[in-house]
């Protein structure tokens, strides 16, 4: 069956095995983030419990597995299939059978996270969400061992990688002017939402450097996407040069799985022919001949079983054999989700052509053919906000207050910011917002509630609890101004930030008062 070889790329087995087991990776990190802060954040004792969320908003018509029900008990199970089929399909299980089993599998975890994605509220309202469905349905069709890439849904997934990068270009290049004087980066290391351990060296960097890394994201991201669709060696050193870019933000910062999510699906410009011409100990698994070698050699097989490396399910000629129906319904299905994904691909281009370009948007129930974008304009300042309490019965400035300690957001002056992404602290990095909104959010005052109840799911989220479990009698927030130390006050203080206490936001309150 030489036709099939036309709708297929024998040439990019390293780019699928990459696509299948990196975007199982990912959803292993995100079932497991999931089952360690979902129910102290949403459960049925949560700052947002579900049930609550789902009886007023009996109608909700994004589609999830909660609709007739949630309980804690019911979520776990849910994390637990999702955290057994992510691992299977990491180690390769489902892709040594037919198509199907691994369609399955991906399909499966994409109905399982889009279940807790769209009760998950502001605690799963960011951009990574929908990529990761997005990205799980799409990898679904590339088939397993048995059969070549599918070319179709290889250009999908490259699709899918232009919308990311040139997106978050575009919302860039509208956004603030730092983006176009090429200052961002003067600023983003410092006040990015969660820094990492290497982000005060980068933010201390000479300024002409940080105008060359504004200058190479441009470039990255609003050139070099246009090449994931050329010819061969350009759309592997296309898919290269992005998976580099991202690399650096990887080393700079905290950004989940975003970053990890771009690198994985760059991966579908990359030639098996090109990465072993470039490194030569890298094999190339299968050939266009060889594939048609595999299919000639199974010609005589009619009952699907195993030979010479293929299932014969997968590739047959005779016609009217069952490897030459099963061929044709893989091909057809392939075929057709590609074209599915390229119709609702309609909308986030008409997106990217528009004047007022949303971010992170999706235009239908599924989150599929979703529009990407993030920092189109940078914060200038970190304000962090700072939460205290106190065993003292009055709460005057004179009493003694301990400050409570979050994993990720930064807290002790002295402390180096840690390396948690590709997993996601969700309670760290809504803290980062609630300066550029407000501290009078229903999260926010039902977190400071088990702070005085000292509710022990909730201290888990946290790194520190200074009253080693005992409730405070009283707790308030407050807001300081964080800066990067600079090479003179670190050799002097060995403090890594500048810590200027600002004002009270929230003065002290007690159980009653917040109850």
Known sequence: ???????????????????????????????????????????????????????????????????WGYTDRRFRWMCGAGL????????????????????????????????????????????????????????????????????????????????????????????????????????????????????????????????????????????????LFAPQPLATVAAGLIILTQ????????????????????????????????????PIRYSSAQWADAAAASEGARDGVWSGGLLTGGLGEATGSPGDVFAWAWAAVALAASIFLAVLGYWPARNLLSTRQLMNASFNRWQLGNTYGAFGSVTKRRVEIVVEGTLDDVPTDDAEWLEYRFKGKPGEPGRVPRQ??????????????????????????????KLLEADPATLRLLRADPFDGARPRWVRVRNALYEFSTHEEFRATRQRWVVTPMRMLIRPVQLKDVA
């Open 1 to 67: 069956m030489d036709w099939l070889l036309w709708f297929s790329a024998p040439d990019y087995q390293l780019a699928r095995i990459v696509l299948q087991r990196g975007v199982a990776v990912l959803f292993f990190i995100a079932f497991l983030s999931s089952l360690n802060q979902f129910p102290a954040l949403l459960g049925e004792r949560g700052l947002l419990p579900v049930p609550e969320f789902l009886e007023a908003f009996h109608r909700l018509r994004r589609p999830t597995l909660f609709r």
């Open 84 to 227: 057994a089929i992510s691992g299977l399909l990491v180690l390769g299980v489902p892709q040594l059978g037919p198509p199907w089993v691994p369609l399955l599998a991906f399909l499966a975890l994409w109905g399982l996270y889009m279940s807790i994605v769209n009760v998950g509220q502001t605690f799963y309202s960011f951009g990574w969400e929908m990529l990761l469905l997005e990205a799980g349905f799409t990898v679904a069709f590339l088939g397993s061992d048995q059969s070549p890439p599918p070319t179709a849904v290889l250009i999908v997934t490259a699709w899918l990688v232009f919308r990311l990068e040139f997106g978050a270009g575009m919302i860039k290049i509208r956004g603030g002017s730092e983006w176009r004087n090429f200052t961002a980066l003067y600023y983003h290391h410092e006040t990015q939402p969660m820094p990492g351990p290497l982000s005060r060296q980068f933010h201390l960097l000479p300024k002409r450097l940080h105008r060359a890394e504004v200058m190479g994201n441009h470039f990255a991201q609003l050139v070099v996407p246009f090449f």
């Open 247 to 282: 690399l650096w933000l990887v080393l700079s910062g905290n950004f989940a799985w975003l970053n990890w999510s771009a690198i994985v699906l760059a991966f579908t410009g990359v030639s098996d022919r090109v990465v072993h011409a470039a490194l030569p100990f890298m």
């Open 420 to 449: 948690w992404a590709p997993y996601h602290l969700r309670l760290d990095w809504l803290m980062w917002f609630l300066p550029l909104r407000t501290v009078h959010e229903e999260w926010f005052y039902g977190f400071l509630f």
